[in-house]
């Protein structure tokens, strides 16, 4: 079921008239609150990893340029200069 943010319009149940059908209802509604709560969890972790990854990647990109690599990369500056 879409929230309301997305643009779509809510579908809501129809509101049932018998007291077992309103418990299921019920039981029913805390079971998917608790599916997006878990879905949000599941969704944080993930950005989260992604964030922690994308940070480690560019350290050690920038770890693996050595002194060499550094000296190649002015040599080719001097050299664009002439």
């Known amino acids: 079921m ?3 943010s997305v643009g779509k ?3 809501y149940h129809q509101p049932h008239e018998e007291e077992e059908e309103e418990e299921e209802e019920e039981g029913r509604k805390k079971k998917m609150k608790r599916k997006r709560k878990r ?3 599941k969704k944080k972790r993930k950005r989260k990893r992604e ?3 994308k940070r480690r990647r560019k350290r050690k990109r920038k ?3 050595t002194d ?3 000296q190649m990369e002015e040599e080719n500056k001097e050299e664009k200069m002439c």
Do not use: A, M
Request: net charge positive.
């Open 51 to 53: 964030r922690k990854r």
């Open 68 to 70: 060499e690599d550094i």
């Open 2 to 4: 879409k929230r309301g």
């Open 9 to 11: 319009p809510v579908r």
């Open 39 to 41: 879905r949000r969890r």
């Open 63 to 65: 770890r693996k340029r």
